[in-house]
């Protein structure tokens, strides 16, 4: 299991479950997995396509792991105090809005304004592989700066799911999800001794639970998965996420990257494509760099002379073009906001693919230069 915990590993199970949906999608057996992602699987009062088990249901639980991390940075780690936090999350909210205000530029008056949210996401796993496998000899605190802002990047998309793609919410359920929240946080603090057992069949009951009620209430289900990370104790939701790393990483996240890439590339000449295609195309890596390295650079001013100087702005660029690999959350964003658009979704998932390529080979090549260099100098 602990090369699976890798992140290079992580990393490269989900760009090739991505390259293998995309590919089969476009071969003779694609309309059959298609059919079958279609397909309908009911359990109780809940019946739901094949993908969206997938994309409602499993990703909740990697919604759940990221929640517990960034509960542990906001108490015990990178983000547990404002002079610590403030420089990743100008960095953040830079990279946030850059590609947002680029997307909208390329999509104004076309209709497609909904799609803004895409490319603001990055994806933590991809980046930190991507700088697992080229940043050797690299300080730690590169890594640390881009864990911090990806984190805080992640809550900034958590909100946007949260807000932005709820419908008609149903506050009686929403009422009784918080409860049930509460509960399973009030049973994570009893998981001890003899009783251990019988409560943890319990959380998981409770957890079922509340991810139906926000289902059905109209919030999007892995929104469940935020919430109970986030009110976990901090010792079980350790060991808990530990049990599940694994999993996410060898299991969920391909079988959405591949669920996710199964669209036919469209036979049309570029100039016939949506402007929410080149909007993603162009904020994900463009956007994402500008506004990363921009508020990076902006947010240095709030260090000291000699904190400002651990962080080169080479290297405030190279953790800009690591920001810009989306996946994950990228092509979540791209299936909720043309849900009713079939030929601008596959058109949003083909951008989302070839957005966060441009980026994984940018930043390759930027995290290489600044590990050679940053090697070279410590050499003497």
């Known amino acids: 299991m602990s090369i699976i915990r890798s992140e290079r590993t992580a990393a490269g199970l989900l760009l090739g479950a991505a390259a293998l949906g995309l590919l089969l999608a476009n071969t003779a057996v694609g309309p059959a997995l298609v059919e079958l992602q279609h397909a309908h699987?009911?359990?109780?009062?809940?019946?739901?396509s094949v993908g969206h088990w997938i994309s409602d249901g499993l990703l909740a639980v990697f919604f759940f792991i990221v929640a517990v991390e960034l509960k542990h940075e906001l108490v015990a780690g990178e983000l547990n105090?404002?002079?610590?936090a403030i420089h990743p999350a100008i960095a953040a909210l830079a990279g946030v809005l850059v590609p947002a205000l680029i997307y909208l530029a390329f999509s104004a008056g076309s209709g497609l304004e909904a799609g803004w949210p895409i490319p603001t996401a990055t994806d933590i796993a991809f980046a930190l592989g991507v700088l697992a496998v080229f940043g050797r000899g690299l300080p730690n605190r590169l890594r640390?700066?881009?864990?911090?802002?990806?984190v805080l990047d992640d809550l900034v998309a958590i909100l946007i799911i949260a807000v932005f793609f709820t419908t008609d919410p149903n506050l009686l359920e929403l009422v009784l999800a918080a409860v049930t929240v509460a509960l399973f946080g009030l049973l994570?603090?009893?998981?001890?001794?003899r009783m251990r057992v019988p409560i943890g069949v319990l959380m998981v009951l409770v957890a079922a639970l509340t991810w139906w009620l926000v289902y059905d209430s109209g919030v999007h289900a892995t929104i469940a998965g935020v919430a109970l990370g986030l009110v976990m104790a901090r010792r079980p939701a350790g060991r808990v996420t530990h049990?599940?790393?694994p999993w996410s990483n060898g299991l969920i996240l391909p079988l959405f990257a591949f669920s996710a890439a199964?669209?036919?590339?469209?036979?049309v000449a570029p100039s016939e494509l949506s402007p929410a295609f080149w909007g993603i195309l162009v904020a994900?890596?463009?956007g994402k760099l500008i506004g990363i390295t921009l508020g990076g650079w902006l947010g240095s001013f709030t260090r000291s002379k000699e904190e400002r100087a651990r962080i080169s702005l080479f290297g405030l660029v190279a953790v800009g073009a690591l920001g810009g690999i989306g996946f994950t959350v990228s092509l979540l964003m791209n299936e909720l906001a043309f849900a009713g658009d079939a030929t601008v979704r596959a058109e949003g998932t083909l951008a989302v693919l070839l957005g966060s390529a441009?980026?994984?080979?940018?930043s390759g090549v930027l995290v290489s230069l600044l590990a050679r260099r940053y090697r070279r100098l410590h050499a003497h």
């Open 284 to 286: 994900l890596p463009v």
């Open 243 to 245: 049990a599940l790393e």
């Open 81 to 84: 105090s404002f002079a610590k």
């Open 188 to 193: 994570s603090r009893m998981l001890r001794g």
């Open 358 to 362: 441009v980026a994984i080979v940018v």
């Open 144 to 150: 640390v700066f881009l864990l911090a802002l990806a």
């Open 262 to 267: 199964l669209v036919v590339i469209p036979a």
């Open 41 to 48: 699987l009911g359990f109780g009062p809940v019946d739901l």
